[in-house]
């Protein structure tokens, strides 16, 4: 399913986009493609979408639940996070799955500087883990305009996704990842000549633990890449979620493990629901059955936040 998800030509009837700049540090913006209602009316709710690693808001899940959420009547902002969508030029920075402030930045300007009251956020894979770090960090003080949050596979345990990604069947998902990463990193180096040393000078990168060990994690701050995956995870924050939050997981997710969210203990928190069908891949989950929603997790997705506005979730 993961594969066939990434190759299934799609097409999607979505009005053209408003683009926003987002500031989200002293240095840095992060570009948002905005759809917003006719009159963009302060009573709709906001769903904001973060696609995952070496992704961008043109991703089609993205577009997915873009599609469905803005024809229930959601304005909607489809997030590149930074660097991507050719926005490397924006940032002195690389991005990392730390970044979780980018997005209460985000939240905080929808809310304070728009005066939205209604702000969902949706984050698939890397996505899931920053967009659910940023609700749980705010903890029992969560703004009541954050309504609700949707991770859809998302990376809560970064070092268990290294690790599974190391696996001989995970080659094809391991070598597209850092031929991406790597891809992204060259173009830093010409952008920022000064901050960031030409992929000549490092020591040879093969998988994305390295990458993280001798790129993310010293540009960032960490000691190293399994200091940077424990401090930027999700897990950490498990039980202080104090708004609804849509766990949607695979149990045959081939690089985010399955098991790893029974460790967290996701059951205990009376704040997350927690749906694991046996199938569904990386971020996939295609229907087989007609009538059905082909993509169906993207209209679980609205679905949800629609029951959470109804008081039913």
Not at 211 to 222: L, N, W, Y
Not at 223 to 237: F, L, P, Q
Not at 262 to 277: S, T
Request: aromatic share 12%; hydrophobic share 40%.
């Amino acid at each position: 399913m993961t594969i066939a998800a990434a190759f299934w030509p799609r097409r999607f009837a979505l009005a053209r986009a408003e683009d926003r700049l987002f500031r989200v540090d002293p240095w840095t913006q992060v570009l948002g493609h905005c759809h917003w209602q006719k009159g963009k009316m302060l009573d709709a709710p906001v769903m904001v979408i973060v696609h995952g690693l070496e992704g961008s808001s043109d991703s089609g899940y993205v577009m997915g639940i873009a599609e469905r959420a803005f024809a229930r009547g959601y304005h909607v902002v489809r997030m590149n996070q930074r660097n991507c969508g050719g926005t490397e030029a924006l940032t002195p920075t690389l991005y990392n799955s730390g970044m979780s402030g980018d997005y209460r930045a985000v939240f905080e300007e929808l809310t304070g500087v728009d005066g939205f009251r209604e702000i969902f956020f949706v984050g698939y894979s890397m996505g899931g883990n920053l967009v659910a770090k940023m609700a749980g960090e705010f903890g029992a003080g969560a703004p009541g305009a954050l309504r609700g949050v949707c991770a859809v596979c998302p990376a809560w345990d970064l070092s268990a996704c290294a690790d599974a990604l190391e696996r001989r069947e995970n080659y094809l998902y391991q070598n597209r990842f850092v031929s991406g990463l790597m891809a992204r990193y060259e173009r830093k180096t010409k952008l920022f000549p000064d901050r960031y040393v030409p992929a000549r000078g490092l020591r040879r990168v093969r998988t994305v633990r390295e990458f993280d060990d001798v790129i993310t994690a010293p540009s960032a701050g960490f000691r190293d890449a399994e200091d940077y995956y424990e401090k930027s995870s999700a897990k950490n924050v498990v039980g202080d979620f104090r708004v609804p939050v849509l766990l949607m997981v695979a149990e045959d997710d081939p690089f985010v493990p399955y098991v790893s969210f029974l460790a967290m203990g996701v059951e205990k928190n009376p704040w997350i629901r927690f749906e694991a069908p046996l199938h569904g891949g990386h971020c996939a989950f295609i229907s087989r059955h007609w009538g059905m929603e082909r993509f169906w997790a993207e209209q679980r997705v609205v679905e949800f936040c629609e029951s959470v506005r109804a008081g039913s979730a």
